[in-house]
C-alpha cells in the first residue's frame, strides 16, 4: 500500500484548508484511516480517525473545527480543517490500518504535509 498526502500549505489564523490522502496498491482491505500531526519538538498525536463504518473520533483540541470523512470507493480519507489556530501548524501525517488477508494485517504512514499557520 501507499499513501500519497497533499493539501498542505500556508494559511492565516482563521482560515481553512483541507488535506486529501490516497491509498493505492492491490488485493488490501482498509479498517481505519486517519490523520495525526507533529509540531516542532513535540510528540506525534492523533488528530482524527474514521473508520469503514463512518465512526469517527478526534482531538479534544480540534473538535468543532476539524471534519474527517472518506470515500470508500477511492480509498482516499480527507482532512477538512476550519478556523485554523496558530497551534495547528505542524506536518500532517496520513495513516492507514488494515490487511491483505485474514492473518496479513498493515499499519501504514504517509510522507506528511507541512500545514503552517500564521497568526
Known amino acids: 500500500v501507499q499513501l500519497q498526502a497533499s493539501g498542505g500549505g500556508l494559511v492565516q489564523a482563521g482560515g481553512s484548508l483541507r488535506l486529501t490522502c490516497t491509498a493505492s496498491?492491490?488485493?488490501?482491505?482498509?479498517?481505519?484511516m486517519g490523520w495525526y500531526r507533529q509540531a516542532p519538538g513535540k510528540q506525534r498525536e492523533l488528530v482524527a480517525t474514521i473508520t469503514s463504518g463512518g465512526s469517527t473520533n478526534y482531538a479534544d483540541s480540534v473538535k468543532g473545527r476539524f471534519t474527517i470523512s472518506r470515500d470508500n470507493a477511492k480509498n482516499t480519507v480527507f482532512l477538512q480543517m476550519n478556523s485554523l489556530k496558530f497551534e495547528d501548524t505542524a506536518v500532517y501525517y496520513c495513516n492507514v490500518e488494515g490487511a491483505y488477508s485474514d492473518y496479513v494485517r498493515f499499519d501504514y504512514w504517509g510522507q506528511g504535509t507541512q500545514v503552517t499557520v500564521s497568526s
Open positions: 496498491g492491490s488485493a488490501f482491505a482498509i479498517n481505519a
